[in-house]
Structure formats: C-alpha cells, structure tokens
C-alpha cells in the first residue's frame, strides 16, 4: 500500500491523504484518521479494454437508480440490454465488476442500498474541482480518462492534480462524512478532447437505511 500525502499537517483536522493498493481491502482504509480517499489500483484486462473503447458510445448502458444491493447486478444487465450491448464475455464482465464494486461499497459503508449511475458523456460533465453532498462517493471509469484530484488550494497548480487511472475504482469521503475531519480532497471530471471521446463513468453513493 502507498499513503499519498501532498503537504503538511495542520492544526485543523482535515482528512486529505489518499491510500494508493493494488487489492480491493484498501477501501476498509477510508475511516481511518486523516484518509480523503481510497483507491484500489487495477489495470483492465487488455482485450475487455479494446472491446469497451471500440464500442459504439449508442451501446454503452446508462442508469440512474436506488436499489438494494442484491439488484445492482440484474438491474446493470438490463441497462445493457437497453443499450443493445453484444451479448459477450466482455459485457458480463462489466456486469460483474459493477455489481461486486456495489457489493463492496455497501459493506464498507454498511448499506443495504445504493444510488447506482451509469454515466455517458462525450462532454465534461464536472469540471469544476468539488466536494460531493454525500457521505462517501465511489468511482470507476471504465472508459476514458479518469477522475483528477488534489487538495483545496491546489486547484491552479497542475503538479498538485492527480488522475485516477482508468478501471481503477476509488471511494471518496464527502462533505457529508460522520467525521469531526474536514475532508480537504476535491476531485473533478477530466476535460474530454476529440470529437470521437466518450467516457464510461460508474457512481455509487450510500442511501440511508
């Protein structure tokens, strides 16, 4: 595991680092004091990423849903469908990868339901550096570029940004946090260039029980 700390502590307490892993158990990390956010660091399987990237943006699924956990996976088998997805190992893949990262964001955040998007965009959807209004957000894009992130203060200052790379999936704390820490970590869509780019983005935030 890698702790990414960009500057020094202060006398307010502010969550601001960010854990770096190469396993999924790195999300347990997020409550720790004076973590922002976790990222699980992966590489897609170079034929399921060539599948994705060369899928026409029309057959990629979008989904804006609240459900319990045990209906991510039927309900992201339906936005396939709708999409007109091909019917392949890949998309049952993507299927499993987006159910088992709700299943994980659930049992850390100890939720039975998720808010669940599937995102399309060939635009930037937010480019302004921000803090989300939940408790705890988590991402994956899955085609494109990755979220950016850095600390408050940091937002003009390129060598402070950082990217979550693609098919990685990272949990962010919000400005909603049950914590006595001020989450200091803003996060932002990267701009999309060309005319051709489009971005899979998966969004998963805790509902109340």
């Not at 309900?75 to 709700?102: H, V």
């Not at 635009?123 to 957000?137: G, I, Q, Y």
């Not at 494109?144 to 402070?160: N, V």
Request: aromatic share 4%; proline share 6%; hydrophobic share 40%.
């Amino acid at each position: 595991m890698i702790l990414e700390s960009t500057v020094p502590r202060q006398q307010e307490r502010r969550a601001e680092d960010v854990l770096l892993a190469a396993e999924p158990d790195v999300f347990e990390d997020i409550g720790l004091q004076g973590v922002a956010a976790a990222v699980w660091q992966r590489r897609p399987e170079p034929s399921f990423q060539a599948w994705l990237d060369n899928l026409p943006a029309r057959h990629l699924p979008t989904m804006r849903v609240v459900t319990p956990l045990e209906h991510v996976q039927s309900l992201a088998t339906s936005a396939c469908e709708q999409a007109k997805m091909p019917d392949c190992e890949e998309r049952n893949m993507l299927i499993d990868d987006i159910a088992a990262l709700a299943f994980m964001a659930g049992n850390v955040l100890a939720c039975s339901s998720l808010r669940v998007r599937l995102d399309v965009a060939s635009n930037t959807m937010c480019p302004k550096f921000h803090l989300d209004a939940v408790p705890a957000r988590l991402l994956c894009t899955y085609r494109g570029a990755g979220t950016e992130y850095c600390l408050e203060g940091q937002t003009s200052d390129s060598r402070g940004i950082r990217t979550v790379r693609t098919g990685s999936a990272a949990l962010f704390r919000g400005a909603n946090w049950p914590s006595k820490e001020r989450t200091a970590l803003l996060h932002r869509s990267p701009a999309v260039r060309g005319s051709d780019a489009t971005r899979l983005l998966l969004v998963i935030d805790p509902v109340d029980d």
